[in-house]
C-alpha cells in the first residue's frame, strides 16, 4: 500500500539521524510489519505522481518515535522523504533531535538535515548549521557546538560555562569515534584554546582507550608537578591506566593501574617505579641514586555458593616512599591471601598473613610471617540442651628471621542457650572449654628466660555463665520510647594463664570499653587467657524520639574475686575492680551521628581513656571529626601519652560550590600533624578543584611539606563523572581492608 509505504518511510525518516547518531541502531531493525499512525491538519496524495504531501501540524508515529513537523511529503518514484520547519524527532528514551529541514535518500542511508540540533540527555546539546549522513555509517557536521552544560537563562546567563566549536565533526558509527577540526575551546564564551584536531570516543561508549583528564599542582617534596593518565581499553573485561608524572625537583615517576573482571571474581593491581636521589639515616641526599616502588592490590573471587579466595597486597620498597608521593600516609603495610568457606553459621578459612612495618623503629628481622592461620567454627544444626553448640579449631605458624617462632594448635567446643523469661527477663547460658598445645623455637634466653628451644607447653581453660538483663519499655502520650536496661553477667572460671612461656603473639593490643565489657574474654586472641570467677555490670538508657533520632547512655565496669595478672594496670582490668567504661549515643536526627566513648579510673572518676566521634552527611554538610585522649600504655602497645584532634569536613555553599577543610593536631605536644583545605566546584558538565595541603611531621628523608593540586575535569569527554574532591578523599590505604565474609560474591 503506497500510503503505508509512505507512513513507514516517514517514520525511520524521523528515527534516522537521531538513532543512528545516539545508539548506532541500524535502520534495518525498523520493522515494517508494526503500525505507523499519522495526523496532519491535511493529506494531498498524488496517484499519478506517486507523491503524498502532509501539511499542518503533521505528527507521526512508530516503534515509539514520534516526528512533528510542519510539513512531510514523500515521493514514491526517488524515494525521497522531506521533513519541514519546525522539524522535532522524540525517542522513547528522551532523546531529541530538531531540525529545520531533513531530507532522506531512498534507501534511507544517506542524507542531508539543515539547522540540525540534537539533546542527547537533559544538558548535552550538540547543534550544527548541515549535518549530511553517508552510507549509513559516518554523519558529517559543519559548523558545530557541542556542550554538556546547562544555561540558565533566569539567571542572565547566555553562554555554557565551557563548549567545543568546531568547523567541521565527524561522527564515526562504526568505529564509535567523534573527530573534530580546527575546534575550539570556550569558557563562558571566551576561546581559551584551539586545537586542529582531536577526538574523543562517542556516547555510546562507556570504555575506550584515550586521555583521562590531567592533574597539575606543587609540592615541597616534588616541585611543580603534573600528571596525565593515558587509558587502554584492551577489552571490555581488563583495562590499564598508565600515569605518568613529570616534577621539577624530582625524577619522573609512572604510575601503572590495570583491573580485570573474570568469570569467578575480579581483581586490581596498582604500582608504581621511579628512578631518583638515595637518602641516608639521616635524611640527608648522600649523592647515590637507587630505585623507588610500590604495588597495591585487591582480588575476590568466587569458587562456589559456598567457598571464595582473594588477597590483598601491599608493598613498597622504601619507608618513606609512599609519603613523599602522596601516595599513602600509612605506616604499616599488610598483604595476604586467604581462601574462605561459609555455609549458614559455620565457616573456615586458611589465611597467609606478610607485614610490612614502616616506621623508624620497626625491625624487619622481628617482623612475623603467618604460614598460614587456618580457623574453623561449625555449628551444630540440631540444639544440644536447647542451646547452640559450635566446635572451633585454629592452627598457626608464625616465623620470624630473627626471633622467635611459634606453632599453635587450639581446639575447643561452646554451648550458648538465650531464654525469655515471663516477665520480659532476657537470660543467656553459656559454657566453653578449650585446649591449646605451643612449639616454640629460636628462644631469646633474656627475653623469654623460662622457655627453651623445642619447647611443647599445652594448657586447658574454661568458663561456664549467666548473662541477664530486664529491659522496661515505656512509650509516652507524644511518641517518645524510653528503655531502662540493667544488666548483669556471672562467669565461673579456674585461675591460671597456663604454663609460663607462652609468648603472647595475637593478644597485644587490649582496649578495655563498652564494646568488650560483656565478652566473657576481653582478650582479641588465644594467647592470652582471662581467668577467675568475675561478673561484668551494666546499665544502659535509650530514648527513641518520634523525629527519629535518638539518644543512648551505657556505664558499667567489672568486678573479680582477685586479681588476674594476665592484665597490666594500664588496661583497667588489672585489679579486683575495674575501671568504669561507658558510652553517650546521640543522633539529633537521620544523618548526623555524636559518640563518646569514655573510661574513668576507678578510685578518682578521672578521665583515662576519652574518645568522642562525629561523622553524619546533609544537603548542606558532610563532616567526620573525631577527639581521642589516651593515657600512656608502655607495657602493652609501648606508646606514651596521647590527645589528638582530626576534623574532616565539606561544606556545599552553593548549588554547585563546596569548601572542604580538615586539620589533624598533636594537643599532647602541641603541634600541627596536617591541615588541608580546598575550593570545589561541580555541576552537570564539569568539576573543578584548588586544594593545599600541609603535612607538619618529618620522617628520616621527608620533612613538612606543602602540597597544592589543581585537578579540572570536563564531563563527557571520557571523564566517567564521579565527584573527585581528592583532598575529601580518606587514603585508600592504611592496612589490609577488613575482610568481609561475603567480599567474594559481590565484588
Known amino acids: 500500500m503506497p500510503l503505508r509505504s509512505f507512513l513507514l518511510g516517514a517514520a525511520s525518516a524521523a528515527a534516522l539521524v537521531l538513532t543512528a547518531l545516539a545508539a548506532d541502531e541500524p535502520l534495518t531493525s525498523f520493522d515494517p510489519d508494526k503500525p505507523a499512525l499519522v495526523s496532519a491538519d491535511r493529506a494531498v496524495y498524488d496517484n499519478d505522481g506517486k507523491t503524498v504531501r502532509l501539511s499542518g501540524n503533521v505528527e507521526i508515529w512508530s516503534d515509539g518515535r514520534l516526528l512533528t513537523a510542519d510539513e512531510v511529503s514523500y515521493d514514491q518514484n526517488s524515494g525521497r522523504v522531506i521533513a519541514r520547519g519546525h522539524v522535532v524527532v522524540r525517542e522513547a528514551d528522551g532523546g531529541t533531535l530538531t531540525a529545520d529541514e531533513v531530507e532522506l535518500t531512498g534507501d534511507l542511508k544517506d542524507g542531508v538535515v539543515e539547522n540540525i540540533g540534537f539533546i542527547l540527555d537533559e544538558h548535552t546539546r550538540l547543534a550544527a548549521t548541515r549535518a549530511t549522513r553517508e552510507n549509513g555509517t559516518k554523519t558529517t557536521l559543519e559548523n558545530a557546538v557541542f556542550s554538556p552544560c546547562r544555561i540558565c537563562v533566569e539567571d542572565g546567563q547566555t553562554e555554557a560555562l565551557w563548549q567545543i566549536k568546531s568547523v567541521r565533526v565527524v561522527w564515526d558509527q562504526t568505529g564509535k569515534r567523534i573527530s573534530y577540526e580546527n575546534a575550539s575551546f570556550e569558557f563562558f564564551g571566551i576561546p581559551l584554546l584551539t586545537i586542529p584536531a582531536f577526538s574523543h570516543a562517542d556516547f ?64 586490581f593491581l596498582s604500582g608504581s617505579y621511579t628512578y631518583d636521589d638515595a637518602f641516608d639515616s639521616t635524611g640527608l641526599r648522600n649523592g647515590e641514586q637507587t630505585s623507588y616502588s610500590h604495588i597495591f592490590g585487591r582480588g575476590r573471587f568466587k569458587l562456589s555458593d559456598t567457598m571464595g579466595w582473594g588477597f590483598d597486597l601491599e608493598r613498597t620498597s622504601n619507608d618513606t ?22 555455609q549458614g553459621r559455620s565457616f573456615a578459612s586458611v589465611t597467609a598473613y606478610a607485614f610490612q612495618g614502616l616506621r623508624a623503629t620497626d625491625d624487619p628481622g622481628l617482623t612475623p610471617l603467618v604460614l598460614p592461620e587456618a580457623v574453623l567454627h561449625y555449628v551444630f544444626d540440631e540444639p544440644i540442651y536447647g542451646g547452640v553448640t559450635a566446635i ?102 579456674p585461675y591460671g594463664n597456663g604454663p609460663d612461656g607462652i609468648p603472647n603473639e595475637d593478644s597485644q593490643s587490649l582496649e578495655f570499653d563498652d564494646t568488650n565489657l560483656f565478652n566473657p574474654v576481653k582478650f582479641t586472641g588465644l594467647d592470652l587467657v582471662e581467668s577467675g570467677p568475675r561478673a561484668n555490670i551494666g546499665l544502659r538508657y535509650a530514648e527513641f524520639f518520634p523525629s527519629g533520632g535518638s539518644l543512648e547512655v551505657f556505664g558499667g565496669f567489672q568486678t573479680r574475686l582477685d586479681d588476674d595478672p594476665s592484665f597490666q594496670n594500664a588496661s583497667g582490668l588489672g585489679e579486683t575492680q575495674s575501671d568504669y567504661v561507658g558510652r553517650i549515643t546521640f543522633i539529633p536526627w537521620p544523618g548526623l551521628t555524636i559518640v563518646n566513648r569514655l573510661r574513668l579510673d576507678k578510685d578518682d572518676f578521672s578521665v583515662r581513656r576519652n574518645e568522642v566521634y562525629i561523622q553524619g552527611t546533609g544537603s548542606w554538610y558532610e563532616i567526620d571529626a573525631s577527639y581521642l585522649k589516651l593515657e600512656s600504655d608502655p607495657t602493652l602497645t609501648g606508646l606514651g601519652p596521647r590527645e589528638e584532634v582530626s576534623l574532616l569536613t565539606r561544606l556545599h555553599v552553593g548549588d554547585y560550590w563546596s569548601v572542604i577543610g580538615g586539620i589533624r593536631r598533636d594537643l599532647e605536644d602541641d603541634q600541627m600533624i596536617e591541615s588541608r583545605f580546598a575550593v570545589a566546584y561541580e555541576d552537570e558538565c564539569s568539576f573543578l578543584e584548588f586544594g593545599f595541603r600541609r603535612r607538619f611531621t618529618s620522617d628520616r628523608d621527608t620533612t613538612p611539606s606543602t602540597t597544592v593540586i589543581l585537578s579540572i575535569r570536563l564531563k563527557a569527554l571520557g571523564d566517567d563523572g564521579r565527584t573527585a574532591v581528592p583532598l575529601f578523599q580518606e587514603d585508600p590505604y592504611t592496612g589490609a581492608e577488613t575482610r568481609d565474609p561475603q567480599d567474594y560474591r559481590s565484588f
Open 204 to 267: 555510546s561508549v562507556k570504555n575506550q582507550s584515550g586521555f583521562l583528564a590531567p592533574s597539575a599542582g606543587s609540592s615541597s617534596d616534588l616541585g611543580y608537578f603534573v600528571e596525565v593518565p593515558y587509558h587502554f581499553a584492551l577489552d571490555p573485561s581488563y583495562d590499564l591506566t598508565v600515569t605518568p608524572l613529570v616534577a621539577t625537583e624530582a625524577n619522573p615517576q609512572l604510575k601503572l593501574d590495570w583491573r580485570q573482571l573474570t568469570s569467578t571474581g575480579g581483581y
Open 321 to 342: 616512599y609512599l609519603k613523599r608521593y602522596d601516595i599513602s600516609d600509612a605506616d604499616r603495610l599488610t598483604s595476604d591471601a586467604y581462601w574462605e568457606w561459609r
Open 392 to 493: 572451633d579449631a585454629s592452627l598457626l605458624y608464625l616465623t620470624r628471621t630473627e626471633g622467635l617462632d611459634t606453632q599453635r594448635i587450639s581446639a575447643g567446643i561452646s554451648w550458648n542457650r538465650p531464654e525469655i523469661l515471663e516477665g520480659g527477663q532476657a537470660v543467656t547460658f553459656f559454657a566453653e572449654l578449650r585446649g591449646d598445645v605451643y612449639r616454640l623455637s629460636d628462644v631469646d634466653p633474656i627475653s623469654t628466660p623460662t622457655a627453651e628451644d623445642g619447647d611443647i607447653l599445652g594448657r586447658f581453660s574454661g568458663y561456664v555463665g549467666v548473662d541477664a538483663r530486664w529491659p522496661f519499655v515505656r512509650v509516652t502520650d507524644d511518641g517518645y520510647t524510653q528503655i531502662v536496661e540493667p544488666m548483669m553477667q556471672v562467669i565461673l572460671a
